[in-house]
Structure formats: structure tokens, C-alpha cells
């Protein structure tokens, strides 16, 4: 059994601490396992084998990958949720690129970071990208049409991207039995 990995853009503190001052005050309304905010992440590609010697070379395919790509600006903002509101799994924050070029630019990241992937000879998962940052699973599927509502009144504070994240999932090892990620590698954005 390989290692869990995913490539990622980490927010910066100042829009975790914003998302986070929006949520905290409504957690308790419902019974969902809340994410963290220190795990916060947009997932690009989530590679869910990787055989142990295959890891620096995804990072180095990826930072390939990335050397020239342009620094988008993004913001969280409205709602997310998998697979849909009335019977909710997944409940997130969308990923507003502030503009239709880091709108493109973004989608090019995921699409780099999944061919990095392929390229090392590794599975990659092909769900199609759905830029999100989750806030919250749910132990049972349920209508969230109120939180998808709330949501739809957030927006967060623009940050520029500088750099994607090369993060290993070790499941179970974390604080209540919740993953514990660890950074392999912060890959700098060309620009």
C-alpha cells in the first residue's frame, strides 16, 4: 500500500481566519464533522496510491508542471456541495478566481497537477475539478439547503497563489481519528 497524496493550494491565514470567523459561531447548529482549519486546502489532484519512490518524482513532474504558470487571485465564496443539496455528503466553500484569466489559470493547475500524475505512472482520481475548500462531511446523507443558502453570503478576502502544496494523507493518525497531513513539498508558481 502506497501513500495518500494530493496537490493543493493552501489558503494564507488572513482568508482561513476570515472563513473560519464566519463559521465557527454557526457550528453548532449541526451535527457534521467540521474540517479543521489548520487542513484547509483546494485539492487540484488526488492521487490515492502512490508508491513511496514515485512521490519525489510527482513533485518534481509537477514543479515542472508549474514553472511558468501565471499567479491567479482567488477568493472563497458561496456554496459547494457534493452531490447536491438534498442529499449532502460533502459541504464546502466555492473557489472564485477573481478574474476569467485566473479562472483558466487555475483549471490549468489541476489539469497539470493530474498529468504530473499519469506522467510518474500513478493513479490519479478522474473526477472532474470542481475548485472547493470542504468545510464539513456528513455521517449521513441530508438536505442542506440552509447552509447552502448561508453560503451563498460568503466571500472571502482575494489572496494571490504563490505556491501548490505536495501533501501526504495518513488516515486515522490525527487528532480524533482524522487524517494527519503532512507537506512534502511547496512548489513554487512561476508567475
Known sequence: MGTRLFAAVVPPADAVEHLEAFLEPRRDAADFRWTLSTQFHVTLAFLP?????????????????????????????????FPDAAATRVLAVGVA???????????????????????VGTTVDGQRFRPHLTVARLRHPADTSNW???????????????????????????????????????IPIGG
Open 97 to 119: 478566481p477573481v478574474s476569467e484569466a485566473a479562472d483558466v489559470v487555475l483549471e490549468r493547475m489541476a489539469g497539470r497537477a493530474r498529468n504530473a500524475a499519469v506522467r
Open 49 to 81: 496510491d502512490v508508491v513511496d519512490h514515485l512521490a519525489d518524482e510527482y513533485v518534481d513532474r509537477l514543479a515542472e508542471g508549474l514553472e511558468r504558470t501565471p499567479i491567479p487571485d482567488l477568493r472563497l465564496a458561496g456554496p459547494v456541495v
Open 148 to 186: 447552502v443558502r448561508l453560503l451563498e453570503t460568503y466571500s472571502g478576502p482575494e489572496w494571490p497563489v504563490y505556491e501548490v502544496a505536495v501533501i501526504a494523507s495518513h488516515l486515522g493518525e490525527g487528532a480524533a481519528g482524522r487524517p494527519r497531513y503532512e507537506v512534502l513539498a511547496e
